[in-house]
């Protein structure tokens, strides 16, 4: 039981910094702390339904511990590639002009990623709005 908790405690310890960095990436600098928020509340949910699924699949086993067992492994292991094809899924899409890296013809003067200098600049923020309230 030990090895099982360092095991997945050092998982976690590994995955969450890259994970954290890489899904914030695309993220202005005005925008980290709501994006990090939203984040973390979606990883406690994730985490929260996770152990659901996973427990009432083991409480609903066949009535011995190793079958029951068996029915949450498999269960997890299944919302595991499930994970992992949503994933790639999105990953997918990233590279179509959707994601870090990207700039965009954005109206609100905010400085996209390709563009930390900010070609709008200051007079851009009073243009951005002004073009806004004539569509």
């Known amino acids: 039981m030990h090895a ?9 310890g590994l995955f969450t910094p890259p ?6 990436r695309g993220v202005g600098p005005q925008e980290t702390g709501s994006a990090a928020g939203l984040l973390n509340a979606v990883q ?3 985490g929260t339904f996770g152990v659901a699924m996973v427990g009432g699949v083991y409480l609903a086993g066949d009535g011995t511990p190793r079958g029951a067992a068996q ?4 269960t997890a292991g299944a919302i595991l590639a499930a994970t992992g ?6 990953t997918g899409r990233r590279g179509r002009g959707t994601g870090a890296g990207c700039e965009t013809d954005r109206r609100d003067g905010i400085a996209a990623p390709d563009d930390p200098a900010g070609s ?8 951005g709005a002004a073009e806004t309230s004539h569509h």
């Open 4 to 12: 099982a908790l360092t095991v997945a405690g050092l998982g976690t």
């Open 19 to 24: 994970f954290f960095t890489t899904a914030l």
């Open 44 to 46: 406690q949910l994730g």
């Open 71 to 74: 029915a949450a492994l498999a």
């Open 85 to 90: 094809i949503a994933a790639a899924a999105m």
């Open 120 to 127: 709008l600049g200051s007079a851009g923020l009073d243009q």
